[in-house]
């Protein structure tokens, strides 16, 4: 079979260059780019007679799939709203990702959000370079009480973190799982989570169910004190109600890693112009050990695909 990556994994060449020379010796082909294609048409180029397309987060259209005779589409990301699954599916093209990946990553991003706002980072900044008068006194995050929207692997891994600081933690997820309870947290309504929690963390998929999960209406019940993170999806949360509410004073503040878009956010984006907000640049999940974990899983789900076999599978 030929296999094409089409974006790069960001790992050193030589794991790249290992996986090639394994794939040749059995027999297969393996082609590979440094830099993402600019266009579909780019793309359908370069997949020109490839089996198996691995990508990132860069989107994969309905057009791509329909000028590619692919039987698997490789994805080296958890998140796969950006391809065109459904499709993929109907064409019985196989589609797997990378779930698991940057757990840890994204988990850590959290904690380093809740800490940069409840500590004043920016504020002890411009004290430091701006000669402000910021009020530093700042809060621990121990023995506050921590609400988490989606008890999947990333969720987990965020509670564990929490509980390590002493966090008293409270969830949502439509599904309640023995071991997230077996951690000492509390299932509760979703509602009761935004009233009652002293910092939000979101860790939901984006589909159709959870576009817009968090709407005016649910953005409302949160406390004035309260803190929310969002480092799983930009459209989950009514993005232009929230920057409403932090000009207003109505939510404490936000620390935000993904948007209704990628970056760069344009000049008029709410978000970008609200008062209280950390942003990062889409980078939870972007660490070398996360890259490292991912480029082993998709080159897994590779080898274990041409045995026979099948993992990772997203319907």
């Known amino acids: 079979m030929k296999i094409t990556l089409i974006d790069p994994l960001n790992v050193d060449d030589s794991i790249i260059v290992s996986h090639k020379n394994k794939l040749e010796e059995k027999g297969h082909e393996f082609d590979y780019y440094k830099e993402s294609a600019k266009s579909d048409q780019e793309i359908i180029k370069r997949l020109k007679d490839s089996d198996i397309a691995v990508i990132t987060n860069k989107k994969f259209s309905k057009e791509v799939i329909e000028n590619t005779n692919l039987k698997l589409i490789d994805v080296a990301f958890t998140g796969t709203d950006h391809v065109a699954v459904d499709f ?166 936000a620390g935000i890693d993904v948007f209704d878009m990628e970056p760069p956010l344009d000049s008029n984006y709410p978000l970008r112009n609200a008062k209280n907000v950390v942003l990062t640049n889409h980078v939870a999940f972007f660490t070398n050990e996360a890259m490292e974990n991912r480029a082993e899983i998709v080159f897994d789900n590779i080898y274990k695909f041409l045995d026979g076999s099948l993992q990772n599978v997203v319907k």
């Open 88 to 253: 993929a599916n109907e064409k019985g093209i196989v589609v797997e990702n990378a779930s698991g990946y940057s757990d840890q990553s994204v988990a850590e991003l959290v904690i380093g959000l809740a800490i940069d706002i409840m500590r004043k980072f920016d504020e002890n900044r411009e004290n430091i370079f701006e000669n402000k008068n910021h009020f530093l006194l700042g809060d621990t995050l121990k023995s506050k009480k921590i609400g988490i929207i989606g008890t999947g692997n990333i969720g987990k891994r965020t509670i564990e973190l929490f509980k390590a600081f002493g966090c008293e933690i409270i969830a949502y997820s439509r599904t309640q799982k023995e071991e997230i309870k077996n951690l000492g947290v509390k299932y509760v309504q979703l509602d009761q989570l935004l009233k009652e929690a002293d910092i939000i963390s979101i860790h939901l998929p984006l589909n159709s169910h959870t576009k817009g999960f968090l709407s005016k209406e649910k953005l409302d019940l949160i406390r004035d004190d309260a803190i929310l993170i969002n480092c799983a999806r930009g459209p989950i949360i009514d993005n232009d109600h929230l920057a409403k509410l932090l000009n207003e004073g109505k939510i404490r503040a």
